[in-house]
C-alpha cells in the first residue's frame, strides 16, 4: 500500500481500501493500513528522507483515503457502551496528528459526538474552543517518532486552563 502511495498510484491505494472494506472493519483498516501509512510518512519526514512538499501530498492522500474508508464502512451500532456526548479529538502538532484525529473521530463517531480542532489553530484559539464546547472528554493524538514531547505539551496546556477535563493522550502507533 504505502509503495503505491509512494509511487503517487492512489488509484491502487484507493481499490486497494476499497477491496479491505469489504472484508474488514474500518478499524482493522486503519490499523494495518493507514496509521501504518502516516506514521512512516512522519518518519521519513522528520528524518528528511522526504520533502515537505512531498509528505504533504502523501498526508492528504491518506487523509482522502480514511474519508471513502469512512463513507464505505458501515458504521455499527454500538451495543451496551456508555455514549460520551462531547468528545474534543485534538492535534498534538501538525497535520499528520490532525488526520490521525480524523481517524479517531470516525472510530468515536459510534459513541459519542466528537469534534477535531484544527492543527492550524494557534493555542489561545484552541483553548479557547475547549472551553466553549467543555467535552466530557479531551483526546490529544500524536503520530510517531516525536509525538510524546508535543503530546506532553499540548495536555499541560490544556490542563492548565481546563483543570477539571478529563484528558487522555493518545500516540497511534503499529505496536
Known sequence: ???????????AAKSLIEELVKTKSREE???SILIPALIQTEEARHSEQMTEKRAEELLQGIEEL???????ASIATASGLPVIKRVACVPARDFADEIACQLALQVLATTASPQVVSADASTSDLLQSLDDLQPD???????PPYAIRHLRMRCHQIRAR????????CMLSQE
Do not use: H, K
Open 162 to 169: 481546563l483543570p477539571d477535563a478529563a484528558v487522555v493522550a
Open 29 to 31: 483498516v486503519y490499523d
Open 1 to 11: 500500500f504505502y509503495q503505491r502511495m509512494l509511487a503517487s498510484n492512489f488509484t
Open 66 to 72: 480514511a474519508e471513502d474508508v469512512s463513507s464505505q
Open 137 to 143: 472528554v479531551i483526546c490529544v493524538v500524536g503520530i
